[in-house]
């Protein structure tokens, strides 16, 4: 385990922090969650479904990002509950916060007081947008004002958000380089650091290509739903003789010409949409020309076509047929809580050998 050795101090709740704490847990540190006894701790463990039990102390979403931690329950009001936190933080590598800047002020759990004081700390603190901003920070609010929700569903009428708060997961992937280059940085100089992230710019650092669309072609995207505002056809859907879905993800000319050749589409019309620029300014008439021979297909038959000619394709899977696949289930993470047996997906995609 890499990070055996490490102590990590998680003060924070609900996601972006907590799967920060998770993630340095998987690789081997200490990871102490402190939550807070008088509002009943983090507040995901009272997010259930209709199905959850209402007595459990714990729902299906806390565990998603609590895994391996040692939890307390501490009043941080009370002066023996700041004791017992300040007593751990005597030998902690690693704080990770989420409070707004005024609950730090006012109980003295500032980045600036507590590397003052343990100056070895690397203080990672998550806010909405900067730390002196004192507007609050929700995944959802995030995904409208980063402008993700401009782009996903199917039009202007028809606008949808992300199915995961994906805002906050980017953010801890922010919260977790930060906190490896500082501690890495540390090793050297001995001292730790703040490490300040921000939900909203964690959220337009993951724009990508949608941004530089915007920033050098002055290109404002509108919903497309599965569709690639690049790439045609990228997220186009078809279907089968037998009403079978999928999607296409053909993403260059050579993959598009054997696509066409395999379905029998006819030279002619190859050669009207043989470049993806023609074929992102004709999506509607390269999609209905597309259709009309998958239409006459069989899944079994397109399946072995695709297969032999390496074009890129899927079926939409629902959560159980992921869960199938022999990668997702060893991501399974498994665990007794409270007589229960808890399960969540691990935040590590990555092997080091």
């Known amino acids: 385990m890499i990070l055996q050795g490490l102590k990590v101090v998680d003060i924070s709740s609900v996601l972006a922090g907590p799967l920060t704490g998770t993630f340095l847990a998987e690789q081997g540190a200490k990871v102490i969650k402190v939550e807070n006894k008088t509002t009943g701790g983090d507040v995901t463990r009272q997010w259930k479904q209709a199905g959850e039990d209402p007595q459990d102390s714990h729902s299906a979403y806390y565990f998603s990002a609590n895994f391996g931690k040692e939890v307390h329950f501490l009043d941080l009001t009370l002066p023996s509950d700041m004791d017992w936190l300040m007593s751990e933080l005597q030998e902690t590598d690693v704080v990770i916060s989420n409070f707004q800047k005024k609950t730090a002020e006012k109980l003295g759990l500032t980045p600036g007081n507590i590397t003052r004081d343990f100056p070895r700390i690397v203080f990672a603190q998550l806010n909405a947008f900067e730390w002196d901003d004192p ?25 949808a958000k992300l199915p995961v708060a994906l805002m906050d997961i980017l953010a801890s992937h922010q919260m977790r380089e930060g906190i490896l280059l500082s501690l890495l940085q540390r090793a050297s100089s001995g001292r730790g650091a703040i490490v300040h992230v921000s939900l909203f710019q964690s959220a337009v ?39 079978i879905r999928f999607l296409l993800a053909v993403g260059s000319d050579h993959q598009f010409l054997k696509l066409c050749a395999i379905l029998g589409v006819d030279t002619k019309s190859v050669e009207l949409y043989s470049l993806n620029r023609d074929r992102v300014s004709h999506r509607q008439e390269v999609s209905l020309m597309l259709q009309l021979s998958i239409e006459l297909l069989l899944y079994n038959e397109l399946e072995q076509r695709f297969s032999e000619a390496n074009i890129p394709y899927c079926r939409i899977n629902h959560l159980g047929q992921v869960f199938e696949h022999p990668l997702a289930a060893r991501m399974i993470l498994s665990r007794v809580e409270s007589g229960r047996t808890a399960k969540s997906v691990s935040t590590i995609a990555f092997e080091i050998v």
Do not use: V
């Open 135 to 159: 507007r609050p920070g929700y995944d959802l609010i995030m995904q409208a004002e980063a402008g993700w929700i401009s782009m996903t569903g199917t039009d202007t009428e028809h606008l």
């Open 205 to 243: 650092a993951a724009l990508a290509n949608q941004a530089t669309n915007y920033l050098m072609n002055g290109m404002i995207p509108g919903p497309l739903g599965t569709l690639h505002p690049n790439i045609m056809p990228y997220g186009d859907l078809f279907c089968t003789k037998e009403g």
